[in-house]
């Protein structure tokens, strides 16, 4: 059984940095796709970043591009997001993702096409 568990978020003023972790436990770690997703409250869950297999291809949300950067380290079973120039806009709970088949874009952001799911971790930027 996968198991996905988030960690990293908090409440932060406007313009301060986050980096969130997600690490991978059950299973092979290289054989999944990962991304993170986003969900505020009274809105549907929302693509942010992916990562595929190798970390040789990313994908992200336009209005994350050039802040959010996504990376993922296969020693550690880890994906990370790191978060920079936080706005209020980014408040929401940000759940980790992985897919077990090969990743491209048009895979990356949907939530149907993932395999399994964290609990969340809050973020929360105030202005």
């Known amino acids: 059984q996968v198991q996905l568990v988030e960690s990293g978020g908090g409440l932060v003023q406007a313009g301060v940095s986050l980096r969130l972790s997600c690490a991978l436990s059950g299973r092979t770690f290289n054989n999944y796709a990962m991304g993170w997703f986003r969900q505020a409250p009274g809105k549907e869950r929302e693509f942010v970043a992916a990562v595929s297999r190798s970390g040789g291809n990313t994908y992200y949300l336009d209005s994350v591009k050039g802040r959010f950067t996504i990376s993922r380290d296969n020693a550690k079973n880890t994906v990370l997001l790191q978060m920079n120039s936080l706005e209020p806009e980014d408040t929401a709970v940000y759940y980790c993702?992985?897919?077990?088949?090969?990743?491209?874009?048009?895979?990356?952001?949907?939530?149907?096409?993932?395999?399994?799911w964290g609990q969340g971790t809050q973020v929360t930027v105030s202005s």
């Open positions: 993702a992985a897919r077990y088949l090969p990743m491209d874009y048009s895979d990356s952001y949907l939530p149907s096409r993932y395999d399994y």
